[in-house]
């Protein structure tokens, strides 16, 4: 019985992914290619972040807030706000977000690289493709992953704010009093190392599958949306396990 091919992808990804941070560790870093990839995961994704943050928030009041509001528990919106979004709605957004803008494009770029043989000719010039093209990726996604996630969930919980009180009337100094009672010291840190860990999954998937990557141009679309595919699925499986050892009692 044959091995089903994403599983073969999935066991090479690996491998790259283990190669690329054996190399990070050693510190083989291209630092031009490093900066380029960082402002491609960084300030090139920002916008689109904003404003999905700018909706959640907004969006969670009016489902949320409403209801609150009924209830005659204004002073628990702000609290419900932080803690949805620090333990789950930011870093599972955000790595949506990313692998809908960043890992497309590694896929893509990895894929046509591959079947049009550059890949090849970089090995001939006796330079290592891993290092020359995933690591820089790796270390990008790593260092913005989290970045990108702060700024959703400080984006969110403002605009979260602004809708409660033009809204429904709940004073500021309410609402902010109730993210500082709920939240608890390790709900950031924690919120940080869910998006390093899809940051370094999203990277690792989507070059893994760039470069394994197999036929003519066509198959370079077939590969991204595997790959795409891949990360939500495997994201959403980590996020499982990530949410039982961080915030399970």
Request: glycine share 10%.
């Amino acid at each position: 019985m044959r091995t089903p091919r994403w599983l073969q992808r999935l066991g090479s990804s690996l491998m790259i992914g283990g190669q690329a941070v054996s190399a990070i560790a050693r510190g083989r870093i291209g630092v031009t290619d490093l900066l380029q990839e960082l402002l491609e995961a960084g300030p090139g994704s920002f916008l689109i972040v904003v404003i999905t943050g700018l909706a959640a928030g907004t969006v969670f009041n009016i489902q949320v807030a409403a209801e609150l509001s009924k209830q005659g528990a204004n002073a628990a919106i702000g609290g419900l706000l932080a803690l949805g979004l620090s333990r789950e709605i930011a870093p599972l957004l955000t790595a949506t977000l990313l692998t809908g803008k960043v890992a497309t494009a590694y896929a893509a770029q990895l894929g046509t690289m591959k079947v049009t043989e550059q890949i090849d000719a970089i090995t001939m010039l006796r330079t290592d493709p891993v290092e020359y093209l995933v690591v820089p990726r790796v270390l990008a996604m790593v260092v913005m992953s989290p970045v990108q996630c702060l700024l959703f969930f400080w984006v969110a919980i403002w605009s979260g704010q602004m809708s409660s009180t033009i809204l429904y009337s709940v004073p500021p100094a309410v609402f902010w009093n109730s993210v500082r009672t709920w939240m608890e010291p390790n709900d950031l840190p924690s919120m940080l190392v869910k998006a390093l860990v899809f940051g370094l999954l999203i990277a690792v998937l989507a070059c893994g599958w760039g470069l394994t990557t197999r036929g003519g141009p066509k198959e370079v679309g077939t590969s991204t949306t595997g790959a795409v595919v891949m990360i939500l699925v495997t994201v959403a499986l980590v996020d499982v396990v990530l949410t039982q050892v961080l915030f399970g009692t």
